[in-house]
Every structure is written in structure tokens, then in C-alpha cells.
């Protein structure tokens, strides 16, 4: 099987983990009653919380989390593949930034915790600093479903192509990038990175978005995307409000994509040179 239909969750996740799992199972059922077999949700479905302190009394462990735990359940209920792009998950005096994917029997088939962290300052005041608060990861993931080879990643890992080359050459036919992508870098970046991450790999690209004002006082992009090997929108989420969007993914379009640019096989090693001019030889006095 090449085809199937892929669903992207946005939501507009706030401070309650119970109230954003009941969105998640809402939003969930009515992405499987349309008849999508792959459901994606955004980074941190279960809360985006400023409060550190609020934030470290919420969490849970992988087997207790309110979101995966529903994962697990309403994929088995409903036969689909439900991937949960991350939640915050107690990972001893650290937080993981960790993504599910759960298949049809209930089970995680694969884990992801996030390998980049948001350390940046941005205009007007804003700045984040992920790695005070969140323990990095140290491996990428390639999941072989029976539909497709999906690799996972999470928002800011966005802006690190050799992960998702890593993951193309690996033999991943769809990327997918769920995010919080704050309004600011979204509205300069957001569509662009996706395009060029699916043109570079000659895969399709899959990105459930957190959209619009939190109760946390923080504003993302929204924007939902899914993009074909090609670098064509398929489906876009054009507003910040909560929804959900699908596709119909063919994986065959990345097999022929790579077929007609195959820069996955000409990829050649290659080392880096400075050049430096020789110091201007001084006029004789």
C-alpha cells in the first residue's frame, strides 16, 4: 500500500492538560470519522504553560501521560496510527519535549524526543530558552509503517536539514515536522523551510501547528501544512484557529520525485577549505 489519507491537528493547547485532552480526543475522532489512517497533532498537545514550576507539577511519565495514554487508547478504538506530535514528559530533574506514535493495536511503535532546543532572542523582547527547562535528544527516528517510512521530528529541528537527510537516506518517504512555531518566525519562515526540507528529500512533508493567542500569553503561526515531494502545498491550515486538515499521501510521488532529481545518490563527500589572502607586504620605508 502507497496511498493513504494523513490528517494535521491544529490546536490552540493551553495551560490544562485535562482540557487539552479532551480537545485531542475530539479533534482525533473526527480526523478518523473523515477516514484519515495517520493523525498528527502539534508540539506540546498536552500544555504550553510558561509557569516552569506549574509545568514540572503537570507532568507525568510515559506510561501515565494524559495524552499518550489517549493515544493508546483512541488508536486502538478507532484502528488508526495517531502521532502525537510531543507533549512534556518527566524525564528525571529534566523535562523530554517527547513525540508518541502509536499504531492501530494501542502499542508505541517509536518515541522521539526533540534534539534542538529554542535558545533565541527575537524582536521586540521576545526570547526562549528551551534548554533550561528541557532535556535534549540524542537520536532521530525513522518509523517503517506499512504504508510509508515517516521520520519524526519536532519544530525548531525544522531549521536543521542534514536531520532530515539523514532520515531521506535512511529511507524516509514522509518527514514530518509538528511544531509551535512562535507567530513571529513563522510569518517569516514557517512556509519556506517546509518546501524547501520536501524539495530537498524528495518527500512529502506532514506539520500539525499550534495556532494563535494562549492562555500562557505566548501567539504561534497556525498554518498547518502538508507539501508533496515536489514542494507543492497540498492542504494549509491558511488561518491560526484550531482544525484540522488532509491530504491523500501517495508515497510514490517520492520514489518519483527522486527519480527525476536524484540528489540523494549524487550526494558526494567533500571537505572545506579557508582561504586566506597573504598579509600585504609592508612598502619599503
Not at 157 to 174: K, N, S, Y
Not at 184 to 200: F, M, N, P, S
Request: with cysteine; aromatic share 8%.
Amino acid at each position: 500500500m502507497t496511498i493513504f489519507k494523513a490528517a494535521a491537528v491544529q490546536m490552540r493547547s493551553g495551560t490544562s492538560v485535562e482540557r487539552n485532552a479532551e480537545t485531542f480526543e475530539t479533534m482525533v475522532r473526527e480526523a478518523a470519522a473523515n477516514g484519515a489512517a495517520y493523525i498528527q497533532t502539534p508540539e506540546m498537545t498536552g500544555a504550553l504553560m510558561r509557569d516552569r514550576a506549574a509545568l514540572r507539577a503537570s507532568l507525568r511519565d510515559d506510561a501515565g501521560d494524559l495524552i499518550a495514554s489517549a493515544a493508546r487508547r483512541l488508536a486502538r478504538e478507532l484502528g488508526v496510527y495517531i502521532h502525537v506530535g510531543s507533549t512534556a514528559i518527566a524525564a528525571g530533574d529534566r523535562i523530554a519535549n517527547r513525540g508518541f506514535l502509536v499504531g492501530p493495536d494501542g502499542a508505541d511503535i517509536a518515541t522521539y524526543d526533540k534534539i534542538h532546543m529554542f535558545d533565541v532572542d527575537l524582536d521586540n523582547g521576545e526570547s526562549w530558552r528551551e534548554s533550561a527547562t528541557y532535556q535534549p535528544g540524542g537520536r532521530t527516528v525513522v518509523a517503517e509503517l506499512p504504508f510509508a517510512n515517516l521520520g519524526m521530528a519536532v519544530c525548531y529541528d525544522l531549521r536543521f536539514p542534514q536531520l532530515f537527510r539523514a532520515q531521506a537516506l535512511t529511507g524516509a518517504e514522509v518527514l514530518t515536522t509538528p511544531a509551535a512555531f512562535t507567530r513571529q518566525t513563522g510569518e517569516a519562515h514557517w512556509h519556506v523551510l517546509l518546501r524547501a526540507r520536501a524539495i530537498e528529500n524528495g518527500a512529502w512533508v506532514i506539520s500539525a501547528a499550534q495556532g494563535g493567542t494562549h492562555e500562557d500569553g505566548r501567539e504561534t503561526y497556525g498554518h498547518s501544512l502538508i507539501v508533496d515531494p515536489w514542494g507543492r502545498v497540498v492542504a494549509e491550515a491558511d488561518h491560526a484557529e484550531p482544525g484540522i486538515i488532509y491530504a491523500e499521501i501517495d508515497t510514490a510521488a517520492s520514489a518519483e520525485a527522486r527519480k527525476k532529481i536524484p540528489n540523494l545518490k549524487n550526494a558526494r563527500e567533500f571537505s572545506v577549505e579557508v582561504a586566506r589572502p597573504e598579509p600585504a607586504l609592508k612598502a619599503a620605508s
